[in-house]
């Protein structure tokens, strides 16, 4: 079990002339890593991610709540946004069966199908209640504050369809509120009306919450191998206790992409798994990378690299072309898979057709890699950064090690940055303007400089 | 039926001061755009998808096909990727119930599933034919040129398939064929074999080929109503045929894109729905405005805008702080959809609790809303560039429309880019090398280009 990066192609040696990070450059950050790696590692106290996969205490209590409630509900509706749904969405991509919510209940091995509501579209939402059967129907709420509006809103509606379909003392049994330990709405409902509660430690961010409650419990409940995932995290959390840069490998990616930015204007960050189970591991990644680093500063400059998702083989047809001879404004980070070689034979027939013939005897296994090795070899060839991270294998141990890698690195590239990569100030005047226009009290200011700002232009509209 | 277009939020006038678009710069561009116009619209014989909406035969033989397979198949899996792809699965997930493939065929009206797929992973491929029961399902198998590696090899797959579990006669009749009229394995094969084949007409290239048979039959046998599909694209061409710059939509949002990225450095354009069903027809956009857009022109310098996508009100909690707060590169266009404000009811309850008693008696549609609006406002005052496309409804004849303006706006951006935007040379450097790697004949010059490449370096692996 392990995982390796090869940046080999982020540097200048690799490059045509002109191109790529010097060796020299790597090296001379080596101060700014240490520093950056002492300040996130000082603040373990207030970083609860750092000691999410090795808090057992938080485990036992996901793991309680699925052990009580194995066996009663064939579905599972998570109501939650941002951080509290792409987490979700991206373990049940990435360690249940493709398409897990399309299987019968045999062959999901017994264990519920999960549908995450992550938007407030009324279409999506009244689609999903006319369908599911709300006898065998557990609601996990997630929120951090316990009051984001559109988590609040879908609440409202599916507590009030419980409550119409199974009585309001039975409907309590079929919610799970997850949220902080403390404070918010969620909580004071859960003390209130006696409804089970797991907590999101308060030092644990929405967007870094993924191996807390919010990612563990539904993972438990839809059978992955939880503690596998948090095995995983531990380890890359373990190996990262090395402040030495060329040790560390989170943040060997952190220097790297930060300096392929900041020193040389690759400022958009592509993720690129080439597995169809990743798909949605490149989305989780989108939210840390975008909302934690994408900050104003306080000089009144603006930083942040624009991280973009993708898959591989499938984005060759869509998006490669651009990387490929568009400006060279990015970096490329593949994620790869070993040992698929005899995965997936492909028969030979046709063998006189010179578009079938030289496939046969191959695998699937072979060619995607081969693919992501080729992409790789044609973008540095062009002059265009590039790095992959190998792993053995998709299973929980590795995802695991893969979102903790990718946490960690955020953390470190939040202070080479010089940026806090745990707040996101950026969304409050956009959520005060909300408020202001649904009459929420308090919101008088909000609504005097949404009244203030320029209305549609009658020039400017066809 | 109508789309509109409000960009006063591109316009210098709606911005804090040194941010957007002037009017003079707008009105400038009037006789660049009427070239850019001039230079499509005289092409009109070799771009065929500015005639598909209208093309009746072209439309007759889906229908036929469709009508000649109706009610045999309970799922329809689709072989293709990019551009092959990207089309059917927007189409799909616009048009039809949430979760089509999750839904039972009662709830499907009796139409068939589709699956589409659109990479090589041997995971996804396996599980797909473990599940599939191949006497009721039809296999549509989608490339423009009839050799696409992954298409090809996952046709191998699927026909060894077909053939050991209904011989090889009957599953002939589970196959269609979608590729050129002349050109091709998957053309020869259709001859040598009497397998149906219709056509993507010699005209139509991959990413915009959506209104070809390509979306068009898998549109048809799932039930969508491809009439009206066509109707709308037809209504977009129609207007489109103005050169003048303040009457042609698709024209407009061209040059604002290209001005934004060429005099303001907004180079990474993001296409954000307020509609879960719209979440993957942002993705078909990134397809055809990256692919077609980023490309090296012949004096050796690198254009082309990065196509982002986002759904709203999701990104809010995952991109928008990046958006609001990070460097001042991007641009951002909503869709909205009118006419939902009565839809998803909020039902009061605590309705003494700050975070929950203001939403009750609004409903999802108007919150959705006013969160568009209200993001697109926070925008504006922090001077990101943003305008609004809005749709009444999200049906196929918006849908069709939606897809021709963004088609006939990349075709425009095209010629004011200076680039052809419809060819990929970037992407035959890695296909080269993918050959060399399977052997295929004639990659001899490849091969030996690839052993040239530098290899991995120790010191840059860890």
Redesign the interface.
């Known amino acids: 079990m392990a995982l390796?990066?090869?940046?080999?192609n982020?540097?200048a040696?690799?490059l045509p002339p002109g191109a790529g990070i010097s060796?020299e450059q790597y090296a001379a950050s080596a101060d700014a890593f240490a520093r950056a790696h002492a300040a996130v590692h000082a603040r373990t106290h207030d970083l609860g991610f750092l000691t999410l996969a090795t808090n057992v205490p938080l485990l036992a209590q996901s793991l309680a709540v699925a052990e009580r409630l194995r066996g009663r509900f064939d579905d599972i509706l998570l109501l939650g946004?941002?951080?509290s749904?792409?987490g979700p969405i991206a373990l049940r991509t990435a360690l249940c069966?493709?398409?897990w919510?399309?299987?019968t209940k045999e062959?999901r091995g017994g264990h519920p199908?999960l549908?995450v509501l992550?938007?407030?579209?009324?279409?999506?939402?009244?689609?999903?209640l006319a369908?599911l059967e709300l006898a065998k129907t557990l609601v996990l709420v997630v929120s951090k504050s316990?009051?984001?509006?559109?988590t609040?809103?879908q609440?409202?509606?599916v507590?009030?369809a419980l409550a119409q379909a199974l009585g309001e003392e039975v409907a309590k049994q079929h919610i799970v509120l997850v949220t902080d330990p403390q404070v918010?709405?969620l909580r004071?409902?859960a003390r209130d009306e006696g409804i089970t509660a797991v907590e999101i430690p308060a030092n644990v961010g929405?967007r870094f919450s993924v191996l807390s409650p919010v990612g563990i419990l539904p993972a438990a409940l839809i059978g992955i191998d939880v503690q596998a995932l948090l095995a995983g995290a531990a380890h890359v959390t373990e190996q990262a206790q090395s402040p030495e840069l060329?040790?560390n490998?989170p943040g060997?990616f952190a220097v790297l992409q930060w300096l392929a930015d900041t020193r040389h204007g690759r400022?958009?960050q592509v993720l690129m798994p080439?597995?169809?189970?990743l798909r949605d591991l490149a989305?989780w990644f989108?939210?840390l990378w975008?909302?934690s680093?994408?900050?104003?500063k306080p000089d009144g400059s603006?930083?942040?690299p624009?991280p973009?998702p993708a898959?591989?083989?499938?984005d060759?047809?869509?998006?490669?072309?651009?990387?490929?001879?568009?400006?060279?404004?990015?970096t490329v980070t593949f994620i790869a898979v070993q040992g698929?070689e005899h995965?997936?034979?492909?028969?030979?027939?046709?063998a006189d057709?010179?578009?079938?013939g030289?496939?046969?005897g191959?695998?699937?296994?072979?060619?995607?890699d081969?693919?992501q090795?080729?992409?790789a070899?044609?973008?540095?060839?062009?002059g265009r950064l590039n790095a992959t991270i190998s792993v053995d294998t998709?299973d929980a141990w590795h995802v695991g090690a893969l979102m903790q890698l990718f946490a960690l690195a955020t953390a470190y590239a939040g202070e080479l940055y010089g940026v806090n990569a745990f707040d996101?100030?950026?969304?409050e005047?956009?959520?005060q303007?909300?408020?202001a226009?649904?009459?929420?009290?308090?919101s008088d200011q909000a609504r005097a400089?949404?009244d203030a700002?320029?209305?549609?232009?009658p020039?400017?509209?066809?």
């Open positions: 390796s990066f090869d940046f080999t982020m540097m040696g690799a060796g946004i941002g951080g749904a792409l069966p493709p398409r919510n399309e299987l062959q199908r549908h992550d938007n407030v579209d009324p279409a999506t939402i009244e689609a999903m369908r316990g009051g984001t509006v559109e609040m809103a609440y409202l509606i507590r009030d918010g709405a004071r409902i929405g060329s040790r490998l060997t400022s958009v080439y597995a169809d189970t989305h989108v939210q975008a909302e680093l994408g900050k104003l603006s930083v942040g624009t973009l898959v591989g083989a499938t060759q047809h869509s998006q490669v072309q651009l990387f490929m001879e568009g400006p060279k404004d990015k698929r995965e997936g034979r492909i028969p030979a027939r046709h057709f010179p578009e079938l030289y496939l046969g191959h695998s699937l296994g072979e060619l995607i081969i693919e090795r080729a992409t070899g044609a973008l540095a060839a062009r998709v996101q100030p950026g969304v005047l956009g959520k303007f909300a408020y226009m649904l009459g929420r009290a308090g400089e949404w700002l320029p209305k549609p232009d020039r400017w509209r066809m």
